[in-house]
């Protein structure tokens, strides 16, 4: 091994995301709107008495998964969108219209969609039961968004 090498370890080298973790104010409400709006799958769900919590593991279509955590009296989030930290959670979604037609029939407003200038991507926003910030994603090659809607 020379010195080049020695002095350089090798670098961690991440192959994607395994896990997101949520606490939520209202666990029930927000277990209603991951599963049922949103439609990730639920993988495992206990309560865990001795911290009076819930912790609800769901996955999306690719692997990822998000942990969901309720806690008596979690404080409220104290940073907006601009602060150091997670800005925002972003989901690919294959159908943009469509996925906004399903959101609006469980009451989820969204902002308008807009094209990224550099990818051609459409994306827009929504927020989760507690406000947080959720990008939703769909690929340019996933169509034009009609400028009727």
């Known amino acids: ?3 080049v090498a020695a002095s ?3 670098s961690l080298r991440p192959v994607g995301i395994h896990h997101i973790a ?3 104010s209202d666990y029930s409400r927000s277990k209603t709107f991951y599963t049922e709006v949103l439609g990730l799958a639920m993988l495992h769900e206990e309560y865990r008495a001795e911290r009076r919590s819930y912790k609800l593991d ?3 279509p690719d692997g990822t998964q998000l942990e969901l955590f309720s806690f008596p009296s979690p404080p409220p989030r104290c940073s907006f969108p601009e602060a150091c930290g997670l800005r925002h959670l972003a989901l690919r979604v294959a159908d943009m219209a469509a996925s906004l ?3 609006a029939e ?3 407003v969204a902002e308008p969609v807009r094209t ?3 990818t051609g991507a459409l994306f827009t926003f929504i927020a989760d039961p507690d406000g947080l910030p959720i990008e939703l994603v769909a690929d340019a090659a996933a169509g034009v968004w009609p400028s009727s809607a």
Do not use: C, F, S
């Open 1 to 3: 091994m020379n010195a």
């Open 8 to 10: 350089h370890p090798p």
């Open 22 to 24: 949520l606490i939520a």
């Open 58 to 60: 769901l996955r999306l």
């Open 101 to 103: 037609r399903l959101l």
């Open 106 to 108: 469980h009451g989820v």
């Open 116 to 118: 990224d200038p550099i």
